[in-house]
């Protein structure tokens, strides 16, 4: 009889460990570590080429002793390359600055005027001058972006500046010639010396940023720069000085930026210890 009891509570215990075991809270997963974002910010270098489509705003000039001031007949500069750069900080996602220095090349000068004659010369009863120069111009301005999301690998922006632009005419090349049919012919040549200065600028700007590499974008944009009027040439031989009413180029860039830093590094994470069942 106890050989039966003994074995019925041996039964009962067996049973009563093995539902225990089941009904024991699982082992606790391992918590993931928390996944942050890096906001790439930093200072970057940029540069940039590109072509300029010029617009005169019209010149003019003091007609001798008159001391009248005139309009050319007409005032064109030829379009030009470009190219620049500069260095800039980048504040957060969504805002950058910087400071570039963008030179615009050789642009010709085409213009002519139309006057009276003179008493003496080819010119005696009316005249067309035939005014051939060229300019160059450095500008400095400092700029700011705000950067519209990023969509991908493309990052749109909007951006103005402000600044000053040095613009270097060459001399200026006046020849008259007859234009009454009378067959007179032309003038001698004059020269005008050419005129350089420092002139306020702005610009506004509009493009798309494009990720290459963590650290380095291309930058695909527009840019409207306008320069204000300023000395153009002096006086020489009755005429003089003239001087341009200002200009604006409509230019489109193709440039990089290369970001100190913008490849952060990923902190180590140690991995989560294995789970081990008993």
Request: proline share 5%; with cysteine; hydrophobic share 35%.
């Amino acid at each position: 009889m106890k050989r039966s009891l003994y074995g019925v509570f041996a039964a009962l215990l067996i049973t009563t460990n093995a539902y225990a075991a089941d009904l024991a809270p699982p082992e606790p997963i391992p918590e993931m570590p928390e996944v942050t974002v890096t906001e790439a910010t930093g200072w970057y270098l940029r540069g940039d080429v590109g072509y300029g489509f010029t617009d005169l705003r019209g010149a003019s000039y003091f007609q001798g002793s008159n001391a009248t001031e005139a309009d050319f007949s007409t005032a064109d500069l030829r379009d030009a390359f470009t190219v620049g750069g500069g260095i800039g900080y980048q504040v957060n996602s969504y805002f950058r600055t910087d400071l570039t220095l963008d030179y615009l090349a050789k642009s010709d000068f085409h213009g002519s005027t139309d006057g009276g004659g003179s008493a003496f010369g080819a010119c005696v009863v009316t005249c067309t001058s035939t005014d051939l120069s060229s300019l160059t111009a450095w500008t400095l301005m400092a700029n700011a972006y705000v950067d519209l999301g990023t969509y991908g690998y493309f990052t749109p922006y909007v951006g103005g500046g402000i600044g000053g632009t040095y613009v270097k005419w060459k001399d200026l090349n006046n020849t008259s010639c007859d234009s009454s049919g009378s067959g007179n012919g032309c003038d001698n040549e004059f020269v005008h010396d050419g005129k350089g200065g420092w002139r306020f600028s702005y610009g506004l700007m509009a493009g798309a940023s494009i990720d290459v590499t963590c650290n380095v974008k291309a930058d695909v944009g527009y840019r409207f720069l306008h320069v204000n009027g300023g000395d153009m040439f002096g006086y020489n031989a009755g005429g003089g000085p003239g001087r341009d009413k200002g200009f604006n180029v409509h230019e489109a860039r193709i440039g990089a930026r290369y970001l100190f830093g913008g490849c952060a590094p990923i902190p180590y994470e140690p991995p989560p210890a294995p789970v081990v069942y008993k």
